[in-house]
């Protein structure tokens, strides 16, 4: 399954111009192992697409263990990109 969001999947000349192909892309690909297998596209109306990015950062951002994940600019000083890895497994 494929969930398409975010202001990228409200380009083209419809509301489902970015889903059809992303499906027709990968059914492509799957087709040549497993023939007649469908891909399910999940996509919200193009206007909550704009915003999904904005309320999943908000809603990640208003968890209590998100705390946990904040990387210091001193903690990246220290361990330079390593430190993403270290913090969020």
């Known amino acids: ?3 398409v969001s975010g202001g990228g999947a409200c380009l083209g000349p419809t509301d489902q111009a970015v889903p059809d192909v992303l499906r027709e892309q990968v059914e492509a690909i799957i087709h040549t192992h497993t023939p007649g297998w469908r891909v399910k596209v999940l996509s919200p109306s193009i206007q909550e697409r704009a915003i ?8 990640l ?13 001193a903690e990246y000083d220290e361990w330079g990109s390593a430190i993403v890895n270290r913090k969020c497994p």
């Open 1 to 3: 399954n494929v969930v």
């Open 52 to 59: 999904c990015n904005w309320l999943g950062g908000s809603i």
């Open 61 to 73: 951002g208003s968890l209590g263990t998100f705390h946990d994940m904040w990387i210091t600019k």
